[in-house]
């Protein structure tokens, strides 16, 4: 089992930075990958951003590209996503997820609890 600890959020005008940051304990050498899914009101639950865990390889959602960087530490077993340029579409509750087979998190094998981010304008 793999338990996922995700913090960090908030509230931020349009065009200010957060940075959420998970970390897993457990079982993490049969993790693959881990990231983020967020879900707005009203929507479904969607992918954000997904790093794998033995090396650097990223990928993120168009819609967050050139504003959210990906990166994690290992030794801590964290990973961060950097939140900039921020815009009022971006609210929605954050949720850490990892997987144990695929970088896009198609899987998601974990969930950490969510942590919600606002973005007024």
């Known amino acids: 089992q793999v338990k996922l600890v995700a913090s960090g959020g908030g509230s931020v005008q349009t065009g200010g930075s957060l940075r959420l940051s998970c970390t897993a304990s457990g079982r993490t050498g049969s993790l693959y990958a881990m990231g983020w899914f967020r879900q707005a009101p009203g929507k479904e639950r969607a992918f954000v951003a997904a790093i794998r865990w033995s090396v650097s390889t990223t990928a993120y959602a168009d819609s967050v590209k050139g504003r959210f960087t990906i990166s994690r530490n290992s030794a801590e077993n964290t990973v961060f996503l950097q939140m900039n340029n921020l815009k009022p579409e971006d609210t929605a509750i954050y949720y850490c997820?990892?997987?144990?087979?695929?970088?896009?998190?198609?899987?998601?094998?974990?969930w950490g609890q969510g942590t919600q981010v606002t973005v007024s304008s």
């Open positions: 997820a990892a997987d144990k087979g695929s970088l896009w998190l198609s899987g998601t094998d974990y």
